[in-house]
């Protein structure tokens, strides 16, 4: 998967999870949180999500990277460099 | 079969666990007792028509979009829509004592407003209250021997409004008598004052199915006239269960809504220091419900409201009777008082009293059902205060007592709101049985919810 990839597969997990929120302006270098209503449940949801259809995992000590989408893309991008697309 | 979790009890905070866990692909199984789901908000069919046990209201009700709060936070975790639910808000309720009554609805400034025209020396003290209590964060125990009262007392004065306030909150969710734990009060007046009460239009019945059709949909599997015998270990670990039927089932863990006392003896030979005595005492709190069906509209009987919480003395006592009903307050709950789109088919009113589980649970059975009748009566009489005469209207009725919850939920006592100090924690002495429920500390159809996938989150997901 290439970055805008990740990037989609990360606005379907969040779409899931915070279904009421507007992500069409979400911002890469603002954290989450300053943007959308997601607590630290929802937070580790994402994580959880990753881990259930990418098989990703993702410790504990580096959640700090996932806290904006530049950021979660970024450190994802190696992680899931052999993941294809979902179709 | 081995499975990944073991789920004891289909109730709320049980079902709403095993969702989370199906969903993240655990195999999970959830064995309940009885013969229907439910638990503590279970539901039975009599003469034809439907009855509630349990919900009067959902509380920490919040009107679709809102973001935060605990409802939101549930439908997110749960993957619900917020129109899942079907929730109506309430019309308005009320806090009736003698010579004062305080309305209260979904929006907390007419509480404010009642408490400023009722008790004009009061309202700062009310507002400072507030905001106090707003500034909690909720559901964080810092000191677990703080109690309701004497933060009350630090901000008002008038013993009346200190128990009118505490009335709802207590008769909703205190397990412990004439005052609560500090953080159940902060919780409970957030979910029942500042946020409110709203009913699916058919009750907890759709709530429940909302949450089987989704666990089952994930992969979970559920199991009634499934009660666990025990809980069979080896050394700090369970393995597994035993069934009533002799049936081995083994699991990594086992979550478990039972109550923590009754968790506790289902397990071999608990070492009885491990937990204080004070935390493993069931609760001595429960009530009887009066449940009438009416031949109109509770409205069209001048009755508008939808949660009445009455005490005809100015001292609200909240306690075990020594009778086996007591008769000095109570909760007159009508089911057809919330903004539904269409009315329901049937009126009702229930009345709700505290009761002396003994008393009930040793009538033989001839005794109990005269009591059944004549205290149903006698409740009735005793609310007339503050409710217009249904009676002529009254064309069925019914009434469970302490006997009655303990058969749908197991819990010693038949009581309803758990133990008296609560798990927070949600562990055990095994490593990995696990509380959710009641007995775990939230209350109510949405806090039980959410104390199952907080357990399921903490200890069934983020484990290595």
């Given at each position: 998967m290439n970055a805008d990839e990740i990037r989609q597969v990360l606005l379907d997990i969040l779409s899931r999870i915070v279904p009421d929120e507007d992500l069409s302006a979400l911002q890469d270098d603002v954290p989450f949180r300053e943007q959308i209503e997601l607590d630290s449940m929802d937070f580790l949801d994402i994580v959880m999500e990753l881990r259930k259809q990418y098989r990703i995992q993702i410790p504990?000590?580096?959640?700090?990277?996932?806290?904006?989408m530049g950021g979660a893309v970024n450190y994802l991008t190696p992680l899931m460099k052999g993941v294809s697309a979902p179709a | 079969m081995r499975y990944d979790t073991l789920i004891i009890g289909a109730g709320l905070s049980g079902l709403a666990a095993g969702i989370r866990l199906a969903h993240f692909e655990q195999s999970v199984c959830v064995l309940e007792r009885h013969t229907t789901i439910g638990g503590l908000n279970s539901f039975y069919r009599l003469r034809n028509r439907n009855y509630d046990v349990g919900l009067h209201a959902v509380t920490n009700f919040t009107p679709k979009g809102t973001k935060t709060g605990p409802l939101s936070r549930l439908l997110r975790q749960l993957r619900f829509s917020w129109d899942d639910f079907q929730l109506a808000p309430q019309t308005g309720s009320r806090v009736d004592f003698p010579g004062k009554s305080l309305k209260f609805n979904n929006d907390f400034e007419l509480l404010v407003s009642q408490v400023a025209a009722q008790f004009p020396a009061q309202i700062d003290g009310f507002r400072k209250l507030s905001q106090y209590l707003a500034d909690q964060e909720l559901g964080v125990v810092v000191d677990p021997q703080l109690t309701a009262r004497p933060v009350l007392n630090r901000f008002l004065s008038d013993p009346l409004l200190v128990d009118m306030l505490l009335c709802p909150l207590m008769f909703y969710g205190s397990p412990t008598p004439d005052d609560m734990e500090f953080t159940q009060f902060a919780i409970m007046f957030h979910s029942i004052y500042r946020e409110g009460f709203a009913r699916p239009r058919e009750g907890v019945r759709l709530i429940l199915r909302q949450l089987v059709k989704r666990y089952k949909e994930l992969g979970g599997e559920l199991r009634l006239r499934a009660g666990v015998k025990s809980i069979v270990s080896d050394g700090p670990r369970a393995v597994g269960v035993v069934l009533d039927s002799g049936e081995m089932i083994e699991a990594d863990r086992i979550l478990s809504s039972a109550g923590l006392v009754e968790t506790l003896r289902l397990c071999e030979a608990p070492p009885p220091t491990v937990i204080p005595a004070n935390l493993a005492a069931a609760g001595e709190i429960t009530f009887v419900e009066t449940i009438n069906t009416l031949s109109c509209q509770p409205a069209d009987l001048g009755h508008h409201e939808t949660i009445v919480f009455y005490s005809n003395t100015p001292a609200f006592r909240y306690a075990n009777p020594a009778a086996p009903c007591d008769l000095d307050s109570g909760i007159i709950c009508s089911p057809n008082n919330f903004q539904y789109d269409e009315p329901l088919l049937e009126g009702a009113i229930r009345i709700t009293a505290l009761a002396n589980k003994d008393c009930w649970m040793n009538y033989g059975e001839d005794e109990y059902a005269a009591a059944k009748e004549s205290w149903n009566e006698r409740i009735t009489t005793a609310a007339l205060g503050h409710v217009p005469d249904f009676r002529p209207a009254i064309v069925d009725s019914d009434m469970f007592t302490p006997r009655t919850i303990k058969k749908f939920t197991g819990h010693v006592n038949g009581?309803?709101?758990?133990?008296?100090?609560?798990?927070?924690?949600?562990?055990?002495?095994?490593?990995?049985v696990y509380i959710c429920g009641t007995d775990q500390g939230f209350l109510g159809i949405i806090g039980s919810m959410l104390s199952g996938i907080g357990i399921a989150n903490r200890y069934a997901l983020r484990a290595p």
């Open positions: 504990e000590e580096d959640y700090a990277n996932m806290n904006t | 009581c309803v709101y758990g133990a008296p100090r609560k798990n927070w924690e949600g562990t055990t002495h095994l490593d990995n």
